[in-house]
């Protein structure tokens, strides 16, 4: 599986988000809103959103049926439904569509740069097997034995992201409130948190602690996620996790915020090596 989990950029994700940037354009090109368009279609605006950011593939008919309502001419059009057609084909990850956060794996794959700020759990990115269970079993008491084993594997196979060839830079910024919760046991997280250290010493992640001595900052508000993605004319994406569903925000306004708020805790986490060290000595007390 792996060579399949690190072939990134030129996934289906990648079509997908090329197609929505271009459907987008076009859209904007026509003078017609999102929900000029999904009154056209006969579906959702949130359907439509939904293509134009690559979260959803579209179907050959619906880019055709838009086309034809943007006035694009024939040789244009036919290249783009041979676009549609290619970003139809599956990722990998789509096998795993139960798990319920596909869209947030096809986001990491397509990604040039991912930055982190987290509160309450270590990212999935980063989570050993024995915590990743742990974490399941518990928001999801639901879950039959075989289910939380195949959101384990599934969560342990997103992490090939980090040793492919082109891995994402990655930046993260790791509240110590987290790191102080002792998830399945003292054994349990001195194993995480070793890991972590591991992880903090790729040459393409930096990974940061924000000490409770900083007081107040500007990530009190929750977590977030800001992908950025190699296409230039491709905006950011701000990932936004909730218990029932997951928001994505692409506005102009939005990225700053986010971004800013990252900057800011960036600035007041320790650097890198004395997070690095900050987890080992940590790891080292519960030991």
């Known amino acids: ?29 026509a003078g017609l809103t999102i929900e000029q368009v999904a ?13 134009e950011t690559g979260q959803v593939g579209a179907t050959p008919r619906d880019v055709r049926d838009m086309l034809q309502l943007y006035g694009v001419a024939s040789q244009r059009r036919d290249a783009l439904l041979q676009s549609a057609r290619e970003a139809r ?8 569509s139960d798990t319920l956060i596909v869209p947030l794996v096809g986001m ?13 759990l270590v990212h999935g990115l980063f989570q050993t097997r024995r915590y990743a269970g742990t974490v ?29 060839d082109t891995p994402p830079a990655l930046s993260a910024v790791l509240d110590e409130a987290l790191l102080r919760r002792p998830v399945g046991g003292p ?8 890991h972590l250290a591991r992880v903090a010493a ?41 218990t029932k569903s997951d928001l994505y925000l692409e506005s102009e306004e939005e990225i700053r915020r986010y971004a800013a708020a990252f900057d800011q805790l960036r600035a007041m986490a320790l650097p890198p090596d004395d997070s690095i060290a900050f987890l080992v000595a940590l790891a080292g007390s519960l030991a």
């Open 187 to 194: 054994a349990a997280m001195a194993e995480q948190l070793h």
């Open 108 to 120: 990491e794959a397509a990604a040039s740069s991912i930055r982190i700020y987290e509160t309450l």
């Open 89 to 96: 084909q599956r990722d990998w990850w789509q096998a795993y």
């Open 1 to 29: 599986m792996k060579r399949d989990v690190v072939s990134g950029r030129r996934s289906p994700t990648v079509r997908r988000r090329r197609l929505g940037i271009e459907l987008r354009r076009l859209r904007d090109d």
């Open 39 to 51: 009154d056209a279609l006969e579906c959702s605006d949130s359907k439509i959103s939904r293509i």
């Open 202 to 242: 790729l040459p393409t992640v930096t990974l940061q602690v924000l000490p409770f001595a900083a007081g107040h900052h500007a990530g009190m508000s929750g977590a977030f996620t800001i992908f950025s993605f190699p296409e230039p004319d491709g905006p950011d994406v701000v990932y936004l996790e909730h």
């Open 136 to 164: 399941i079993r518990t928001v999801r008491p639901d879950l039959r034995p075989e289910e939380v084993e195949r959101w384990v594997e599934f969560r342990m196979a997103r992490q090939s992201l980090l040793a492919r």
